[in-house]
Structures are given as structure tokens and as C-alpha cells.
């Protein structure tokens, strides 16, 4: 009997770890891809992505960006008013890493450790779920045009979305509970 809810305890665990991985991404640093944050390293399978914070395109306070590449409030970078209210796929004429199809600020992602196209990047924003074929790493960075003068960071974290597998698992040892429970309760009878 011991054995048994030590088995269908290990089931039910199990069912329930599916890992999780936390990071901050930071805007600044140098060349068109500014800094490329490696989200980390995971199997095969689903993942979703989440994030949240302000980055700061010119590093002084007035021209702060979300995750999906809104501003925060009004935009007052001498230049720059052209991002009121809803953003801009452009700053200054050129598209982000990620093309004109994506906001100026956006966080993005790639599961390239150098991504040389725009078709190398994915939209992170606030939410993005992803599918890896095979093993592999995600990275993820801001999508500017001059990342030298940027503050701030997105804080992201990475969770395995459950194999229905392990809902299955997770049903027959629930099952399996409620087995060895109807039969206590009859050799009690």
C-alpha cells in the first residue's frame, strides 16, 4: 500500500514540475542587435514568454517604451514626438532588428545566437508562446536602431507549457488515488 501513494505521488509531482526560467534584457549596448540576452537553454517542446518593465531609448527619462513597443506616456526626446501616441515601426527613417513590421522598443526574440534578418526575430511583447523542434536556446533583445544610449530592462521569464502527456499522467494517478481510496474505504467496511 506504501508503495502505491508513493507512486501516484511521484505521478502527481511530476505532472506539475514543468520548470521555469527568469532574466532581466537589457537595451543598451553596441551594434544593431544592441545586447542579445540568452534566455536560456531548453528541450524540445512549448514555452511561454512573458515580460514586463520600461526601457528608456535615449537614457535620460523621456522616451520610455513597454514591452510591446508603446510608449509609457508622452514622448518628449527632442525629435522624437513622431512616437505619439502609438509608437513607430521607424525611428529616424530605419526599421529595429526585427523590420518595419515591429515597434521602435519592442521586446523580440530569436532562437539565433546571430540573428542577421529581420525574419530571424519573433515579437515578444508582454506575451508570445513559442515551439521548439528540437533543443536549443532563445534569445531575446529591444528592437532600436542606436542601442548605445538605452536604460532600463524588461524582467522575462520562460515556462514549459505541459505535454498532454503529462496531463494524462497527471489524470491516472489522480485515478489511481481515487482507486486505492474507494478500496481502503471497502476493506474498512
Known amino acids: ?39 536560456g537553454s531548453f528541450a524540445a517542446g512549448t514555452y511561454n514568454i512573458t515580460a514586463t518593465g520600461i526601457v528608456d531609448l535615449v537614457g535620460n527619462g523621456t522616451f520610455q517604451m513597454q514591452p ?47 540573428p542577421a534578418t529581420p525574419a530571424d526575430w519573433f515579437l515578444i511583447g508582454y506575451s508570445k508562446q513559442v515551439t521548439l523542434g528540437s533543443a536549443g536556446h532563445i534569445y531575446a533583445s529591444v528592437n532600436d536602431t542606436y542601442h548605445d544610449n538605452n536604460t532600463g530592462h524588461f524582467d522575462v521569464n520562460v515556462t514549459a507549457v505541459p505535454e498532454p502527456e503529462t496531463y494524462a499522467m497527471l489524470l491516472a494517478g489522480l485515478g489511481l488515488m481515487g482507486a486505492v481510496a474507494r478500496r481502503k474505504k471497502k476493506s474498512l467496511a
Not at 544593431?32 to 534566455?39: F, K, M, P, Q, Y
Open 68 to 114: 510591446d513597443g508603446l510608449p509609457v506616456s508622452t514622448v518628449t526626446a527632442p525629435s522624437y514626438d513622431y512616437f505619439n501616441p502609438s509608437g513607430s515601426f521607424l525611428a529616424d527613417g530605419n526599421p529595429g532588428a526585427a523590420g518595419a513590421g515591429v515597434l521602435i522598443g519592442a521586446l523580440i526574440g530569436t532562437f539565433s545566437a546571430t
Open 1 to 39: 500500500m506504501k508503495l502505491t501513494r508513493s507512486l501516484i505521488a511521484a505521478i502527481t509531482l511530476s505532472a506539475f514540475s514543468v520548470g521555469a526560467f527568469a532574466t532581466s534584457v537589457s537595451p543598451g549596448g553596441s551594434g544593431v542587435n544592441g545586447v542579445l540576452t540568452d534566455l
